[in-house]
């Protein structure tokens, strides 16, 4: 089959609707799609700089030069996984060349960072790697908390980059950047050299995301990264790829891809329709700055290193024929529950960290409703 009328197939599978999206991408931010929706997703331009095994790509316009591999910090401390394990695998990520550490405040009941924080404590691995961590406060007050928690926790008197975690709602980006809002925090703790970089994450629904851009642009912040579900499912079903990825990429924002298999347990290779080495393939050839994949034992890091020395930049039939074999599956959804249910929603089970209505609210509607 030559390469149009397998594009062609892909397009009749499922891509069609790209169009109508690419509409909506503009009536939720005011401007132009830089994608082409009837078609493929973005590919990377440059697969990145190879140095033994591992690729290095940069980390957006921060002028950071990061593995293309990210290790996952909720898998690598899940229960019944011993702490010893958890340092070994920390150790090992790091000396065979992924320096990009993902972790957050509430993963695994601040198990995930006091782990963490003691690997990268010991034989100077803290000097090695690029070290992230999120937080859920969405006020001031909450979010300064969590940061110098995270940081405790962490062993370091500063992370690389901080991101606010779970921008699941359309009042998120408002409460984070309110008079007293988490943003007024995050920008102390920047100043003060506790934070180097700053982004948001979420996994819920993309036009979320291009909010966040828009409130963001609107109080004259530039984030630096932004971090989404990417996967073979995606492209076919309220879509990061095609609504979230080429904004970012047009502002300079570097693009951290998860969920590359689903979540949870590698909840889309229970589809049958592909393969870990596939997932992982079709997540680098996004123009991701990292790809943060869950490793809980020795046989999955070598999956995840596997997956990058054998990446080279996939040719659109190659993309053509994964999505053709994904598209049924991924119609309604099925395999990506951290969009189409709560189950993925930590913050829905934490109003605290959420904070209070404001007092714009209060002063309009004084009473509760029900």
């Given at each position: 089959?030559?390469?149009?009328?397998?594009?062609?197939?892909?397009?009749?599978?499922?891509?069609?609707?790209?169009?109508?999206?690419?509409?909506?991408?503009?009536?939720?931010?005011?401007?132009?799609?830089?994608?082409?929706?009837?078609?493929?997703?973005?590919?990377?331009?440059?697969?990145?700089?190879?140095?033994?095994?591992?690729?290095?790509?940069?980390?957006?316009?921060?002028?950071?030069?990061?593995?293309?591999?990210?290790?996952?910090?909720?898998?690598?401390?899940?229960?019944?996984?011993?702490?010893?394990?958890?340092?070994?695998?920390?150790?090992?990520?790091?000396?065979?060349?992924?320096?990009?550490?993902?972790?957050?405040?509430?993963?695994?009941?601040?198990?995930?960072?006091?782990r963490m924080g003691k690997a990268l404590q010991q034989?100077?691995?803290?000097?090695?790697?690029?070290?992230?961590?999120?937080?859920?406060?969405?006020?001031?007050?909450?979010?300064?908390?969590?940061?110098g928690m995270s940081l405790d926790r962490l062993r370091?008197?500063?992370?690389?980059?901080?991101?606010?975690?779970?921008?699941?709602?359309?009042?998120?980006?408002?409460?984070?950047?309110?008079?007293?809002?988490?943003?007024?925090?995050?920008?102390?703790?920047?100043?003060?050299?506790?934070?180097?970089?700053?982004?948001?994450?979420?996994?819920?629904?993309?036009?979320?995301?291009?909010?966040?851009?828009?409130?963001?642009?609107?109080?004259?912040?530039?984030?630096?990264?932004?971090?989404?579900?990417?996967?073979?499912?995606?492209?076919?079903?309220?879509?990061?790829?095609?609504?979230?990825?080429?904004?970012?990429?047009?502002?300079?924002?570097?693009?951290?891809?998860?969920?590359?298999?689903?979540?949870?347990?590698?909840?889309?290779?229970?589809?049958?329709?592909?393969?870990?080495?596939?997932?992982?393939?079709?997540?680098?050839?996004?123009?991701?700055?990292?790809?943060?994949?869950?490793?809980?034992?020795?046989?999955?890091?070598?999956?995840?290193?596997?997956?990058?020395?054998?990446?080279?930049?996939?040719?659109?039939?190659?993309?053509?024929?994964?999505?053709?074999?994904?598209?049924?599956?991924?119609?309604?959804?099925?395999?990506?529950?951290?969009?189409?249910?709560?189950?993925?929603?930590?913050?829905?089970?934490?109003?605290?960290?959420?904070?209070?209505?404001?007092?714009?609210?209060?002063?309009?509607?004084?009473?509760?409703?029900?």
């Amino acid at each position: 089959m030559n390469r149009r009328a397998l594009v062609k197939g892909v397009v009749a599978a499922g891509l069609a609707g790209r169009a109508a999206i690419a509409a909506e991408i503009g009536s939720a931010s005011g401007q132009e799609s830089t994608s082409e929706p009837a078609g493929l997703p973005p590919r990377v331009g440059n697969p990145g700089e190879r140095r033994g095994d591992m690729l290095y790509r940069r980390l957006g316009r921060t002028g950071e030069l990061v593995s293309a591999i990210g290790l996952g910090g909720s898998h690598v401390a899940k229960p019944p996984i011993a702490e010893a394990e958890t340092i070994r695998l920390i150790h090992a990520a790091v000396d065979r060349g992924i320096s990009f550490m993902d972790n957050s405040w509430d993963y695994n009941e601040g198990q995930s960072e006091l782990r963490m924080g003691k690997a990268l404590q010991q034989g100077g691995y803290r000097q090695k790697v690029f070290l992230m961590t999120k937080i859920d406060g969405r006020t001031k007050e909450e979010a300064a908390k969590q940061i110098g928690m995270s940081l405790d926790r962490l062993r370091t008197d500063h992370v690389d980059l901080l991101q606010h975690h779970e921008i699941l709602r359309y009042d998120d980006p408002d409460r984070i950047f309110a008079a007293g809002g988490a943003m007024e925090a995050v920008l102390e703790a920047k100043q003060a050299g506790k934070i180097r970089f700053i982004g948001f994450t979420g996994h819920k629904d993309p036009h979320i995301h291009l909010y966040m851009l828009e409130v963001a642009a609107k109080h004259g912040f530039h984030f630096d990264t932004v971090q989404m579900p990417l996967n073979v499912m995606d492209a076919h079903f309220r879509s990061f790829a095609y609504l979230v990825v080429p904004r970012a990429v047009e502002q300079g924002i570097g693009v951290l891809g998860m969920k590359s298999m689903g979540g949870g347990d590698g909840i889309i290779l229970k589809s049958r329709a592909v393969t870990p080495i596939e997932c992982l393939h079709y997540a680098l050839n996004l123009p991701t700055s990292v790809v943060i994949t869950g490793i809980d034992k020795p046989e999955i890091l070598d999956q995840a290193l596997e997956a990058v020395r054998a990446f080279r930049p996939m040719a659109e039939p190659e993309v053509a024929a994964l999505l053709a074999k994904t598209a049924e599956a991924a119609r309604a959804g099925e395999y990506e529950l951290f969009k189409t249910t709560a189950h993925f929603d930590t913050t829905a089970r934490h109003a605290e960290w959420l904070g209070g209505e404001t007092p714009e609210v209060k002063k309009l509607a004084p009473q509760q409703p029900g």
